[in-house]
């Protein structure tokens, strides 16, 4: 995946080649956040103008900003699967916690 990021948003970027242009939509908020620029250096001054513009948005409406994410996450999973996760975390001498953030960053990055 082609992305940037900025204020800690990341945004998914794609070649429209129809128009001849980039264009870019933020990833992990509520709100629809999208940009376009005829360059990479147009597109990311775009890009941080959205970002901008949608945090002076909320403060002036009063509201909170969607963050990508805040670091919790539940999940449901089979009974089993469960079991093996905490079998092989402790046999990495980690916590369940531990293990699964390097799980996660590891499938994240692939």
């Known amino acids: 995946m082609n992305s940037m990021s900025y204020k800690g948003y990341t945004a998914r970027i794609e070649f429209d080649e129809r128009d001849d242009i980039f264009v870019g939509r933020v990833l992990g908020v509520r709100d629809i956040i999208s940009f376009q620029g005829a360059s990479v250096a147009e597109l ?3 890009f941080h103008l959205a970002v901008d513009d949608y945090l002076a948005d909320c403060a002036e409406q009063g509201i909170s900003p969607d963050k990508p994410a805040s670091g919790k996450i539940m999940l449901r999973i089979r009974p089993e ?24 960053e590891r499938a994240a990055h692939s």
């Open 44 to 46: 990311r001054t775009e």
């Open 81 to 104: 699967v469960h079991a093996a996760a905490t079998i092989a975390a402790q046999a990495a001498g980690k916590s369940l916690n531990q293990w699964a953030d390097e799980v996660f």
